[in-house]
């Protein structure tokens, strides 16, 4: 496998990447959307040379986001055409099967749907604007930011969250009341039965 760090000089057309999950929390590419809202003019070029996107070369020669899908579907809704890439790996040379074999065992892609269940990955969304809402991962994200366990380094570690917090509540009750749907989170979050998960800060119970 080719490793490629360098960043692509050139920009790259946000509706060409491909995206290597199948949902986002809307909520989050919202806040994403508030935070580009209010930087000031001079501010935007630096913002996004700050925030050059992670890709890898895939079939076909297509760029497949491996991060930041968030980030990436905010910017388009703003307005926003490209962005500057981070070429992680040239997997060109791949067959299609054997590309998301290899995307999945480094951790570089995640086939699970808007229900946290796994699917094939031909069902993978083929544009950012296919991308699923999975109100969890749009919790998950709010109780991290509100101390409710440490960000991690571990890949797609919001969604393994989501996927906990799926088991307590339903998507009802987050859309019907998202801030007490937080609390509530919170609490689930800071229980020893979430110490499975990257980021756990709660209280062991004997």
């Known amino acids: 496998m080719t490793r490629i760090p360098e960043p692509r000089l ?4 946000i509706l060409e990447l491909r995206p290597t999950q199948m949902s986002v929390g809307l909520l989050e590419v919202q806040r994403k959307r508030a935070q580009w809202k209010h930087l000031p003019k001079e501010g935007e070029e630096r913002y996004l040379g700050r925030h050059m996107v992670p890709v890898v070369l895939g079939p076909s020669n297509r760029l497949y986001l491996i991060d930041h899908h968030h980030l990436a579907l905010a910017l388009h809704e703003e307005g926003i055409e ?5 070429v992680q790996a040239d997997l060109s040379h791949l067959p299609r099967k054997l590309f998301w074999t290899v995307m999945e065992r480094y951790c570089w892609a995640h086939p699970f749907d808007a229900e946290g269940v796994r699917q094939p990955a031909s069902a993978m ?3 950012l604007l296919d991308l699923a809402d999975d109100p969890h991962r749009s919790l998950a994200g709010e109780v991290r930011r509100r101390g409710g366990y440490a960000k991690s380094v571990q890949p797609f570690a919001e ?3 989501a996927d906990h917090f799926r088991q307590h509540m339903t998507r009802k009750l987050i859309r019907r009341d998202f801030q007490q749907a937080v609390t509530t989170a919170t609490e689930h979050a800071r229980h020893s039965d979430a ?3 990257p980021g756990w800060c709660g209280v062991e119970h004997d």
């Open 10 to 13: 050139s920009p790259v057309a």
């Open 82 to 86: 490209h962005v500057l890439t981070v």
């Open 125 to 127: 969304p083929k544009s």
């Open 159 to 161: 969604f393994l969250w």
């Open 195 to 197: 110490r499975y998960l």
